[in-house]
């Protein structure tokens, strides 16, 4: 396997036969130690239970005009400890929902 930075936010990976023919755990602690060192890396949740606001994976929602709504009903299902999960966050929902209606060309 060979590492070359394209820059200092990507990394491309180069797999030859033989190092595809090995051991998958090798090849997933390199994965995994690259996810527990880059926060973009680590999903949308943080080891640590958090929300990683950071994570490509919410796309431009948590920085967008209805950044604080999504924010806020994204948190409130994430935390909710309500028997159907999210049920309790239904007026935070609504106000996003209201909100990404105002901007049509942002929120498809």
């Known amino acids: 396997m060979e590492v070359k930075e394209t820059n200092k936010k990507d990394q491309v990976l180069f797999f030859d036969k033989k190092s ?16 527990d060192n880059d926060p973009e890396q680590q999903g ?19 920085i967008g005009p209805c950044s604080q709504l999504f924010r806020s009903a994204f948190k409130c299902f994430h935390f909710s400890e309500a028997q159907v999960k ?23």
Not at 22 to 32: A, D, N, T
Request: glycine fraction near 8%; proline fraction near 7%.
């Open 86 to 108: 999210g049920s309790d966050c239904l007026a935070e929902f609504e106000k996003l929902q209201n909100c990404m209606k105002k901007y049509p060309n942002l929120y498809k």
């Open 44 to 62: 949308v949740i943080l080891p640590n239970g958090q929300i990683n606001w950071g994570c490509p994976c919410l796309g431009t929602a948590s």
């Open 20 to 35: 595809l023919s090995g051991p998958l755990s090798e090849k997933s602690r390199y994965i995994e130690h690259l996810a």
